[in-house]
């Protein structure tokens, strides 16, 4: 059973607040100023205590009646079984002592008449729907400041006709490709690709990152982003649910409802601490019963309701959920979406990094760099080999989405290469692709391993024309300039980090020595990415997987944390259990950082638990009592279990102020 919601138990607060108040005052009024009271019958002041109560116990704290209730007929305990199990027993005492507290022997009666605990039932009510509010605004608080993204996108678009007419819509009326206008100090309306004119974009609320980024004809942007200079107009591509705005709320509300393996501690412990702690209540009871002073009965019945007050694991049971909500929240303004709360548990321990190296490491944005015909090959209808090569291979590809095809097709384009319609294309992933044009079969895929080429680090694709080896290209790709510095970043944080490539040998190589990396796997094909995420781990290695295309969804679902960038497809994204919004390895820097933030926060809160009730526990037993005649009121008990668990949420808030 979930956590109600604030608005459900802040009314319910209020009520209890102001019914307890006054129950408190006659309960500590009593023994604080007993002349006062005396003039008061202590049969009216109890009925009023009861009156006040009743509704605290059986309408504010019906939503922990319903999950005890629940805990009690599937036998499976948790905190609440504490909570109302302690002050029910403080409740139905006080009740029968207001019915027939004139039938007790006199020695368990004082001053006042029959001690009466209504103020514990009533405080520690009202103090358990105080935390359970807190841990609401803290599930709250975590996706405010991404919802906050979601009203940064205007509400009217400045759509600009064929003519170049603007005219404002609203932005539910925005269909893809339409041209948006954007001016200075306005924020993105939809995802688009710059059509018109350019700008520096703050992108802060997206990436974390304070600097702003230039944007020019043909580069994305992202709705919600603020435009600080020029004006510019978009193409739409995406709008609605589909902007990367909606998606990223949607993850981070899907990894708030995610649970971490650590965060069933909780329930396990409770399996067996609940038990534990009725059965020392029972013990107690007798103890006191039989060994205790007089009077026994009143010892008892007080000793056995202050264990099972302060026993309450309330701050066990939130210890782990409101560190990774906040933890979560955290991630998200950093750039860091967290889908799934086992992978930011999962990634402290991990300790191989295995990182795909196109669109990775580098900018995703091969060029051609080396033409290489057969010598034999010459066709009629274009003017050099090289010509030829590259337009049937640019033909072939055109359908293809993998970064090396669109590479291929924007050299063709560059030298004005007529490109001919192609058919028939298929795709097969980690070889290449095939089509028909012109009457010609043509393949474009991996080249042999032996192939040589000119640029080290280049990538050879081999194209063949009616199953014979027409020549190669060669593709470069720039490593992208945040990459060196991550990888150290990465490095020190205690990962090794190995590269993954369908490149030759002599170019891996090459990337790996030039970046100072722990190691390389040349030649991968995408069912090999998968093999090789296990047989690292055969070889008892936690491995990270980080990747952005197709072709590395199998590898980022095997690993035990996949990392996906933001830039990359949306395969890839589904598949992993973290995606770096700007597809930056420093941002998976501070994923493995906020991790580790994560996990001592969660680690000091279940200390902060373990503590409280550790020392409470005897205390309220009365086990201290034959050395220092100490014993634990019911109410203080509650007073200390409340502010365990109001500790336990103030500790996992500083997480919001943590540096990654």
Not at 422 to 443: K, L, M, P, W
Request: charged residues 15%; neutral net charge.
């Amino acid at each position: 059973m979930g956590l109600p919601d604030e608005r459900y138990l802040r009314p319910k607060f209020w009520v209890a607040l102001l019914l307890t108040l006054p129950v408190v005052f006659i309960s500590m009024g009593s023994m604080l100023a007993p002349d006062w009271f005396s003039q008061f019958h202590a049969r009216v002041l109890g009925w009023t205590e009861l009156v006040l109560t009743t509704p605290v116990f059986f309408w504010c704290g019906a939503p922990f009646l319903r999950r005890w209730w629940k805990s009690v007929r599937t036998l499976d305990t948790n905190m609440f079984t504490l909570v109302v199990t302690g002050t029910g027993a403080a409740y139905a005492y006080s009740v029968f002592a207001v019915f027939f507290g004139e039938r007790f022997p006199t020695a368990l009666r004082g001053a006042h008449g029959v001690p009466l605990y209504f103020e514990a039932t009533a405080f520690i009510t009202t103090i358990v729907l105080l935390g359970q509010i807190i841990e609401q605004r803290a599930h709250s608080r975590t996706d405010a400041a991404i919802r906050a993204l979601m009203d940064l996108a205007p509400k009217i678009a400045h759509r600009v006709d064929a003519h170049g007419h603007e005219t404002d819509v609203p932005l539910d009326e925005v269909v893809v490709g339409d041209r948006l206008r954007v001016r200075p100090g306005e924020h993105v309306p939809v995802d688009g690709i710059v059509d018109e004119g350019g700008s520096d974009l703050d992108e802060s609320m997206l990436t974390g990152e304070p600097e702003t980024v230039s944007k020019k004809t043909g580069d994305k942007v992202s709705a919600g982003t603020l435009n600080t200079t020029g004006s510019f107009i978009l193409s739409a591509e995406k709008i609605g649910k589909d902007t990367l705005l909606a998606q990223i709320v949607k993850l981070v509300e899907d990894a708030q409802e995610s649970e971490a393996p650590i965060a069933r501690l909780a329930d396990r412990v409770s399996a067996w601490f609940v038990p534990i702690v009725v059965g020392v209540a029972v013990l107690t009871f007798l103890l006191w019963y039989f060994a205790g002073p007089a009077p026994a009965f009143l010892h008892a019945m007080l000793n056995a309701v202050a264990v099972l007050i302060i026993s309450c694991p309330c701050a066990l049971g939130i210890a782990t959920p409101v560190s990774l909500v906040t933890g979560i929240g955290r991630g998200a303004q950093s750039g860091v979406l967290i889908k799934d709360a086992a992978a930011l548990e999962q990634l402290v321990s991990t300790n191989t990094l295995l990182i795909d190296k196109t669109g990775t490491l580098t900018e995703g944005k091969p060029q051609v760099v080396g033409i290489h015909p057969a010598r034999d090959l010459a066709l009629s209808s274009f003017s050099s080999p090289d010509d030829a090569l590259l337009a049937l291979a640019a033909a072939a590809e055109t359908s293809s989405e993998h970064p090396l095809a669109r590479a291929i097709v924007h050299a063709a384009q560059a030298r004005n290469l007529p490109i001919p319609a192609s058919s028939h294309f298929n795709a097969t992933a980690g070889q290449g692709i095939s089509a028909e044009v012109d009457g010609r079969s043509i393949f474009v895929g991996r080249a042999p391993a032996d192939s040589a080429a000119s640029h080290a680090t280049a990538t050879l694709v081999l194209v063949k024309i009616d199953g014979k080896d027409a020549g190669t290209l060669e593709l470069a790709d720039q490593i992208k300039a945040s990459t060196p510095a991550a990888i150290r970043q990465l490095q020190s944080l205690g990962l090794r980090v190995v590269m993954v490539s369908g490149d030759r040998e002599a170019a891996a190589q090459a990337i790996s020595k030039q970046l100072g990396l722990d190691g390389y796997h040349a030649g991968v094909t995408p069912e090999g990415k998968q093999q090789l995420v296990r047989e690292h781990q055969r070889n008892g290695e936690s491995v990270i997987f980080a990747g952005d295309g197709i072709n590395d969804a199998p590898a980022l679902a095997a690993a035990e944390v996949g990392i996906a960038m933001g830039t990359g497809t949306d395969v890839a994204m589904h598949s992993a259990g973290i995606v770096l919004v700007k597809g930056d390895l420093a941002a998976l820097a501070r994923a493995v950082r906020l991790s580790r933030a994560t996990l001592r926060n969660i680690k000091q809160n279940l200390f902060f638990a373990f503590v409280y009730n550790g020392l409470g526990i005897p205390l309220a037993a009365g086990v201290f009592y034959p050395l220092f005649g100490w014993l634990l009121n019911p109410m203080f008990a509650g007073v200390a279990m409340s502010l365990s668990s109001i500790s336990v949420v103030l500790n996992a808030l500083r997480l919001r102020r943590v540096k990654i």
